[in-house]
């Protein structure tokens, strides 16, 4: 009677850990439908992206990282406005020539090139792209960014849940502990089986450790990405966007059209060298006096183009082009691989959370209840009371390890094709009434 009254004791102090940390884990909202299409996921579904988007947003631009960036923005501008001005001045000469006592010669001389091969033109437009360029690089750089630093601040939620529940754990073998002990005095609890609950305490407390250095690390590193490790997060999974499934690549991701300007930004570079080396006239006025006599003058001179005629430098431009089209389809192929690894992991991993969610949450209390009986009954011995033990413990942690993977899948694909700023930026243009918030993080 009395081992039976032990057994139900251990069971409510393993069962309360395991359950209870269940419950905090678990979505507040009801189960979406697994055979929903993608096209029917909600995007903002009781997210509650106001307890810690705007904090981390403001941290992420304190960055100097990211103020590097607004100064290389400003400075591809300032290089719009430095390539769209006249390329030649004009020059001013003048002469002095003592032939003798009364006739001194005097010289003025005005000459102005002209630009006849459009290098201002060109030199403009390549500055344009190359600022297009830049943008694109700096909207991937920060979704990238975003997608390091949401994914740290996951695993930082994630490894503090498992240290409450590992910590529970721990508290739950102690007190097991001391009342198998005063039972072993009693008689009613074997040496063995007093050494096995011992055996079970031990490595409870070398999972409390590792789970608190687990949760240590997973500070750092959101400390080391983000300035601060106390960011308040909840999470979003019910926001995590199901991927609509398409045969090919968008072009327009902004991951892919980067890669595109580079193609465009190589022609306007071709063109560049041509008009760079495209023969361009000078003329000249020139205004001499000589003695009592006025002279005027006007010249014309034209570079000619014999001895080189830079038909080699062309070539090399041009091929320039053939090889920024063959970064294009690099970046497109391995673009295209990401999306179709995201295509096909994330709606699994999504349909293995839901089914790990019914079957712990649904049948966790019964199977509780299940153990209670058996024990009070005897039917179960201490060893497999203890596997059951292990069993709860290892279905809450292979939980949190789904709901990692699935944000970790998500973040990945959103951060690679550049889409994931813009995707907070909507969650947040609907947390303010001002209107979008877009044009305050960018600055």
């Known amino acids: 009677m009395k081992k039976a009254i032990i057994a139900c004791l251990l069971l409510i102090y393993i069962a309360d ?9 678990a979505v507040d909202s009801k189960d979406t439908d697994r055979n929903r299409s993608a096209a029917q996921m909600p995007t903002n579904v009781q997210a509650n992206f106001s307890a810690w988007l705007p904090a981390l947003m403001k941290d992420f631009n304190a960055l100097p990282e990211v103020r590097a960036q607004e100064a290389r923005r400003r400075q591809a501008q300032l290089k719009i406005s430095a390539t769209d001005q006249a390329v030649y001045n004009p020059e001013l000469g003048l002469g002095y020539q003592n032939a003798s006592a ?78 198998a002990q005063q039972q072993m005095q009693l ?20 999972d409390y450790a590792m789970a608190e250095q687990a949760s240590i690390t997973a500070d750092a590193n959101v400390l080391m990405l983000l300035n ?19 045969k090919q690549i968008d072009p327009e991701l902004p991951a892919l059209r980067g890669a595109y300007q580079h193609v465009l930004l190589a022609k306007v570079t071709a063109e560049q060298v041509k008009a760079e080396t495209s023969a361009d006239p000078t003329i000249s006025l020139n205004a001499e006096r000589e003695g009592d006599d006025n002279k005027l003058g006007l010249g014309l001179s034209i570079p000619l183009q014999i001895r080189n005629n830079y038909s080699d430098t062309l ?39 839901q089914d790990w969610r019914e079957l712990v949450l649904g049948s966790g209390q019964e199977a509780a209840l299940a153990l209670s009986q058996q024990w009070k009954s005897g039917d179960i011995n201490t060893s497999d009371y203890l596997q059951s033990q292990r069993l709860l413990s290892s279905s809450y942690l292979a939980g949190l390890s789904l709901e990692t993977a699935l944000y970790s899948s998500w973040l990945e694909w959103m951060g690679a094709s550049g889409q994931l700023e813009t995707f907070l930026n909507s969650q947040l243009s609907v947390t303010f009434n001002n209107g979008p918030i877009s044009s305050i993080l960018a600055h």
């Open 315 to 353: 070539a090399v431009a041009s091929q320039e082009i053939a090889i920024a089209e063959q970064r294009y389809l690099t970046s497109e192929r391995v673009l295209t691989q990401q999306q179709k690894k995201f295509n096909l992991s994330l709606p699994r991993l999504t349909e293995r959370y």
């Open 17 to 25: 850990g395991a359950l209870s940390a269940q419950a905090a884990t």
């Open 102 to 179: 009364s006739e001194d010669t005097y010289s003025l001389n005005i000459s102005q090139a002209i630009d006849w091969g459009d290098k201002r033109g060109v030199g403009a437009r390549k500055a344009q792209l190359e600022a297009d360029i830049l943008l694109s690089d700096i909207a991937l750089e920060r979704s990238q960014m975003l997608a390091n630093s949401v994914q740290a601040l996951v695993e930082q939620s994630q490894m503090r849940k498992a240290l409450v529940f590992q910590k529970k754990q721990f508290s739950s073998a102690k007190i097991q502990l001391k009342i």
């Open 228 to 246: 601060s490790s106390d960011l308040p997060f909840n999470g979003f999974f019910n926001a995590l966007i199901l991927p609509n499934i398409a």
């Open 187 to 206: 008689g009613d609890l074997s040496a063995v089986e007093l050494q096995l609950i011992q055996l079970d305490v031990a490595s409870k407390a070398s």
